[in-house]
């Protein structure tokens, strides 16, 4: 058996945990998270809402399945580290062309092996998310912790241009073409146009820093928000952007960091959970419906709006703001946390999780035909007809 390099995780408090070294070789830091899925490690890694977060497994077996050439979610992975307990040997799936350490090691992540990762999530539960650094070069842990305390925190990160695609691109619906949507390249995932291609959209995406002229350029009859990592209070210019949509009612749809866009532009605040929600398993409401879905999460800041926050249960009510009324749609069972906003009197609404997700929960997956029939109502509101009565009451997402 071949002896792994020794490795050392520390945390801004202070508290180490040893280990092995794991994939690449070196020193990183990040903001330390947890992730409590016990599959899909592929799509964790490539998502760019993890850019630099060091991504702690809570599942104990990691890279039984090998890696795959189809299953990332873009075209790198994005984690600034990664903690696993117990590594898979030999990774062992039919579609696998590839081991996970190897493509770490491949990318540069530095990652650490054989942590007791039920503890480490259990402090990060307690004392909250907090930076991070992971080192295979220095075992000393106080000169690792005077460099930890050096990072960059993730309040006040303005992340989104860092991961966002610098050219535009398109993808092509599938079968008959009903609807174009442009959207906005926050940190997008491959599986969101894939699911508006399986509804005969076609998407453009476009880069974080465009404006809504360009946006509507593409011939959008909508825009999307999409997901990304950062401080949403720090993404002033997509939050115009949102807001010059809302003016002009162009419908809208956000998910997660496009869902907290959407919150301020509409005048509510955000602010940073204690240690966010990331897996995919958590309890969420649909007002809507009234049922409870099973949903995927990555995200460690929300949306405020009143009433909310310290777990107190958010009204089922309109609240007023300059856009007209808006309800709280979804909320996590969990701890109250607003997952998702609906405008009453616009084509607009939003939700905190990922209904694209990728490998699974897929119970939110409705919610991409919400947005086509929301395309699909405004576009009946807005088409010449005698005795048409325009109504933004069709905007009800």
């Known amino acids: 058996m071949v002896k792994r390099r020794p490795a050392i995780l520390v945390l801004e408090d202070g508290r180490t945990f ?3 070294a794991y994939g690449s070789v070196g020193e990183t830091f990040g903001e330390a998270v947890f992730n409590t899925g016990m599959t899909g490690y592929q799509e964790t890694l490539t998502d760019p809402s993890y850019h630099r977060q060091v991504v702690v497994q809570t599942a104990p077996h990691i890279g039984n399945t090998g890696v795959n050439g189809e ?3 873009s075209g790198r992975i994005w984690v600034a580290g990664y903690v696993v307990r117990d590594p898979a040997r030999i990774g062992s799936n039919w579609r696998a062309t590839g081991g996970l350490e190897d493509r770490l090691a491949t990318e540069g992540v530095v990652g650490i092996s054989g942590v007791d990762t039920r503890a480490l999530t259990r402090h990060l539960r307690e004392r909250g998310a907090m930076r991070v650094g992971i080192s295979s070069i220095d075992n000393d842990p106080q000169s690792l912790l005077a460099r930890v305390r050096q990072a960059p925190q993730m309040v006040g990160a303005d992340l989104s241009a860092e991961v ?5 691109y398109v993808v092509e619906a599938l079968g008959e073409h009903r609807f174009t949507v442009a959207a906005l390249d926050l940190g997008i995932k491959r599986n969101v146009p894939r699911r508006l291609a399986t509804r005969g959209v076609t998407t453009h995406v476009l880069p974080a820093s465009s404006n809504i002229d360009q946006m509507l350029a593409t011939g959008a009859d909508a825009i999307f928000l ?14 115009e952007l949102a807001r010059e949509a809302l003016r002009r009612e162009v419908p809208l749809f956000g998910i997660c960091f496009g869902s907290q866009i959407l919150g301020r532009a509409l005048g509510f605040g955000t602010y940073k959970l204690g240690y966010g929600h990331r897996g995919i398993n958590q309890p969420v409401l649909d007002r809507v419906t009234g049922k409870v879905e099973v949903t995927s999460h990555n995200h460690g800041f929300a949306v405020q709006v009143p009433g909310s926050g310290n777990g107190a249960v958010v009204p089922d009510q309109v609240i007023d703001t300059d856009f007209g009324g808006v309800r709280v749609s979804h909320v996590c069972l969990n701890d109250n946390v607003v997952e998702g906003l609906r405008a009453v009197d616009l084509p607009a609404f939003t939700v905190q999780y990922h209904p694209e997700a990728a490998a699974g929960p897929h119970d939110a997956d ?3 035909d919400r947005f086509a029939e929301l395309i699909e109502g405004r576009a009946l509101d807005r088409r010449p007809s005698e005795g048409r009565t325009h109504s933004k009451g069709r905007s009800n997402a």
Not at 164 to 168: D, I, K
Not at 226 to 239: E, K, L, N, Y
């Open 366 to 368: 409705y919610l991409f």
């Open 226 to 239: 999409s997901p990304g990592p950062g401080d949403p209070a720090t993404a002033d210019a997509p939050v």
């Open 71 to 73: 299953d990332d979610e």
């Open 18 to 20: 040893p280990g092995e």
């Open 164 to 168: 966002s695609t610098a050219e535009p």
